[in-house]
């Protein structure tokens, strides 16, 4: 692990003061947490992997115009990325019923939605985590108005990107959370940038032809076979060649 100080510790990763002003070393740890932090484990080689997944989606992102914190892999667990003033609300984006809407709205888990569905949390860990609208991200000033619309934007077009990126490698996209942050320019101007990670710890990613949960339910659910299921979405993704450790190559279609 990094040896630099040490800024803030999270459920799945540590920040690190980072080499130049204005950075943060993101550390990816193995440890998994479901349920507001009641279950604890750890899945073996995950923060590898989604250190890896994590920068794969982040890049593809920035190509299509998206701005992120994230700058570069430093090594196996660690990324470089920009240092945000985190937006505290979680937005999360549905496409198929599942988890909380699931049990909340009594619509059985795996139908598919009439449209994508957005919506908001308040990021504390304290509360669980609840679910807000959008009044009360401008009603408390979380983010105004006009930041909540940029949010709002990006996140469906992250939404229709990766829905597509994943569908070609023949996973579906059934739902994920997406974090965002203020990034402040030399001119003090800030614009709200992607900030956080995605990865199958805030994505749920169902085998197109199975179902199969390849996510974090694996671990939720105790159905097992966690490092496996990432594993996959990172072969699948052409992140993890069989024939051993390469950089990036493109996404392996699936027929
Ligand atoms: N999610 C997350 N962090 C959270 C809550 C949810 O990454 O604190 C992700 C979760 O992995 C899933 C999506 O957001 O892909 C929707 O989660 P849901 O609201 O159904 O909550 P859950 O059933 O996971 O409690």
């Not at 920035?62 to 937005?91: K, S, Y």
């Not at 939404?159 to 001119?187: A, H, P, T």
Request: proline share 5%; glycine share 8%; with cysteine.
């Amino acid at each position: 692990m990094s040896r630099r100080r040490q800024i803030y510790e999270g459920k799945a990763k540590v920040l690190f003061e980072g080499p130049e002003p204005g950075t943060l070393v993101q550390y990816f740890k193995d440890d998994a947490t479901a349920f507001n932090n009641q279950k604890k484990g750890t899945i073996t080689g995950k923060g590898v992997l989604n250190n890896r997944i994590s920068e794969f989606i982040m890049l593809r992102l920035a190509e299509i115009g998206i701005p992120t914190h994230f700058v570069r892999r430093l090594n196996m667990r660690e990324q470089l990325i920009r240092e945000v003033e985190i937006v505290p609300v979680e937005v999360i984006i549905r496409n198929i019923s599942a988890g909380s809407l699931a049990k909340r709205l009594g619509i059985a888990e795996g139908t598919p939605l009439p449209r994508s569905i957005v919506e908001y949390c308040y990021k504390n860990d304290e509360l669980g985590d609840p679910l807000i609208a959008e009044e009360h991200v401008t009603a408390f000033g979380w983010a105004t108005p006009p930041e909540l619309d940029e949010i709002m934007s990006m996140s469906l077009r992250i939404n229709d990107f990766l829905m597509g990126l994943f569908l070609g490698i023949g996973i579906k996209l059934v739902d994920f959370k997406l974090e965002f942050g203020r990034l402040y320019d030399d001119q003090d101007q800030v614009r709200i940038v992607l900030a956080d990670e995605i990865s199958p710890d805030n994505c749920r990613l169902w085998d197109v032809q199975t179902n199969e949960k390849m996510d974090k339910d694996r671990f939720r659910r105790d159905l097992g076979g966690e490092a496996e299921a990432y594993q996959e979405v990172a072969r699948r993704l052409g992140i993890l060649p069989e024939s051993g450790p390469h950089d990036m190559k493109g996404p392996e279609v699936m027929q």
